[in-house]
């Protein structure tokens, strides 16, 4: 059968274009703050965001008659596409500005932005441009909010991972949060906005300079991680920094189908939603013995030991990536824990990485169905997750997600020892790459390394494995199969 252009193919050439259109305004924030302090290097956004948006209003002339129709191949191929190529755009910036990086480099520092990994190439940091380091912010906020929508609003409708559960919170016409998804979305921008000038204040009353403050405010609500200082946490030297730290990520992490519900006067209590409440156990229980660890290992005081647990664990959870020390330095123990807590991720529907606790939960249900079954072979039940039945297409959503995230860690682990990393580089990198976190184990890529010393296939191969894990396997992977393309 011949490949032909799918239904819908139009719309989603004129969504790019409006994508594009939209980055490009969004270069001409980090052009004003150049040109406000005369950095030369406001000349690269310039030509950069004249690029994007070329391309941009092309792509929408083009496509202006187009038809509303969205088929579902098609809305697998906007959802895999717009991260594809507004990465692509989003790295002129660090191509054509003083910098000057590499085209890999260029790549590598965009994608591991837009999906709020939080992997850097970038030295120097300290002594960096303001609308460089203000760039690298902003496309880890820009990711963070397209993160969230797609989590809501596009993969329930694509049916991944076993985000059907989810279609209530945006999409399903009898359970809406609100009567449009268009105005769910415009509901969620608002939040994000709101939340973000929170953190901004709060870091600025703490002690963080103004622009500091916007920057990680940005990154801490999109759990990015990206810092405006070589040391990242550690260089602000501040407990009042670290804990509003804190609780960005922690806001960052939760899911924001459960902030638009209260701000549409459906005050349910987070509390009540399962995966909030797994979530925050989960970082008590890991949070405490890693505590005592460091009074007994180190001889820390309490208050000292239980900031420095919850913080550093906090961020890898949340796959955020800070550092408010090296906590590489902790012991065999400590490394151990945080190479595994590195795959848990946050809560569907924020902006953190990883498995996510709720594929967690379903296993657990799962396991625990398939135990009674056992001993009572003739039992009719109906396994539940907040409310809703658990079909087994959900389980085997969720069974075939965990499959392949396992699964690409040991290839992705196989690949980059073959390329020549050591097996902890390799490990962690691999980990630290599909769940979004940022920084890995070992001496050049740990909490006081970065990523510049890799050789450009390792970065290829990681920079990929970033857009796997944010695009949750399934939605880039269906595009390689040949029945896909056919009409």
């Known amino acids: 059968m011949a490949m032909r252009p799918f239904p819908g193919l139009g719309t989603v050439f004129y969504a790019l274009g409006w994508l594009l259109v939209i980055l490009a305004a969004a270069m001409l924030v980090p052009l004003l703050v150049d040109l406000a302090v005369a950095n030369p290097d406001w000349a690269g956004f310039l030509a950069s965001s004249a690029?994007?948006?070329?391309?941009?209003?092309?792509?929408?002339?083009?496509?202006?008659?187009?038809?509303?129709?969205?088929?579902?191949?098609?809305?697998?191929?906007?959802?895999?596409?717009?991260?594809?190529?507004?990465?692509?755009?989003?790295?002129?910036?660090?191509?054509?500005?003083?910098?000057?990086?590499?085209?890999?480099?260029?790549?590598?520092?965009?994608?591991?932005?837009?999906?709020?990994?939080?992997?850097?190439?970038?030295?120097?940091?300290?002594?960096?441009?303001?609308?460089?380091?203000?760039?690298?912010?902003?496309?880890?906020?820009?990711?963070?909010?397209?993160?969230?929508?797609?989590?809501?609003?596009?993969?329930?409708?694509?049916?991944?991972?076993?985000?059907?559960?989810?279609?209530?919170?945006?999409?399903?016409?009898?359970?809406?949060?609100?009567?449009?998804?268009?105005?769910?979305?415009?509901?969620?921008?608002?939040?994000?906005?709101?939340?973000?000038?929170?953190?901004?204040?709060?870091?600025?009353?703490?002690?963080?300079?103004?622009?500091?403050?916007?920057?990680?405010?940005?990154?801490?609500?999109?759990?990015?991680?990206?810092?405006?200082?070589?040391?990242?946490?550690?260089?602000?030297?501040?407990?009042?920094?670290?804990?509003?730290?804190?609780?960005?990520?922690l806001m960052g992490a939760l899911p924001y189908a459960r902030y638009v519900g209260l701000a549409a006067g459906r005050g349910d209590p987070f509390l009540a939603d399962s995966q909030i409440r797994t979530f925050l156990l989960l970082l008590l229980v890991l949070s405490l013995p890693v505590t005592l660890w460091l009074m007994v290992a180190q001889g820390r005081g309490f208050g000292e030991a239980l900031l420095a647990a919850t913080f550093n664990l906090v961020s890898i959870v949340t796959t955020t990536g800070y550092s408010s020390e090296d906590y590489t330095l902790w012991g065999a123990p400590a490394v151990a824990l945080f190479l595994a807590v590195t795959v848990i991720g946050g809560c569907t529907g924020s902006t953190a990485g990883g498995i996510k606790i709720f594929r967690f939960e379903i296993l657990w249900i799962a396991t625990r169905e398939y135990l009674v079954q056992l001993f009572l072979p003739n039992r009719i039940g109906s396994p539940r997750y907040a409310g809703k039945p658990v079909t087994g297409q959900v389980i085997i959503a969720v069974l075939s997600y965990v499959f392949l995230f396992i699964g690409s860690w040991g290839v992705l682990t196989v690949l980059l020892g073959a390329l020549g990393l050591d097996l902890v580089t390799a490990v962690s990198a691999a980990a630290t790459s599909l769940a979004n976190v940022g920084p890995g184990l070992g001496p050049v890529i740990g909490p006081s390394g970065n990523f510049a010393a890799l050789g450009d296939p390792v970065k290829w191969v990681l920079l990929s494995a970033m857009l796997l894990g944010r695009l949750e396997f399934f939605t880039l992977l269906v595009l390689f199969h040949p029945q896909f393309w056919r009409r």
Request: hydrophobic share 55%; proline share 3%; no cysteine.
């Open 51 to 249: 690029i994007t948006a070329f391309f941009g209003i092309a792509l929408i002339l083009a496509h202006r008659d187009r038809g509303h129709g969205l088929s579902l191949r098609a809305a697998f191929l906007m959802t895999a596409s717009s991260w594809l190529v507004t990465a692509f755009f989003a790295a002129l910036p660090f191509k054509l500005g003083g910098y000057n990086l590499t085209l890999t480099d260029a790549l590598f520092e965009a994608v591991s932005a837009m999906t709020t990994t939080g992997s850097t190439v970038i030295t120097g940091l300290d002594r960096a441009p303001p609308g460089f380091l203000l760039w690298r912010s902003l496309l880890q906020w820009v990711g963070g909010i397209g993160i969230i929508v797609m989590a809501l609003v596009l993969l329930p409708f694509l049916r991944i991972g076993g985000m059907q559960l989810f279609r209530s919170e945006s999409s399903d016409r009898s359970e809406k949060v609100l009567p449009t998804t268009a105005e769910f979305v415009r509901r969620l921008v608002m939040i994000y906005l709101a939340l973000t000038l929170f953190l901004a204040v709060a870091l600025h009353l703490a002690g963080m300079p103004a622009f500091d403050a916007v920057n990680h405010a940005f990154t801490s609500i999109a759990t990015g991680g990206f810092s405006t200082r070589d040391a990242s946490i550690a260089a602000f030297d501040s407990e009042a920094v670290e804990l509003v730290l804190l609780l960005g990520m």
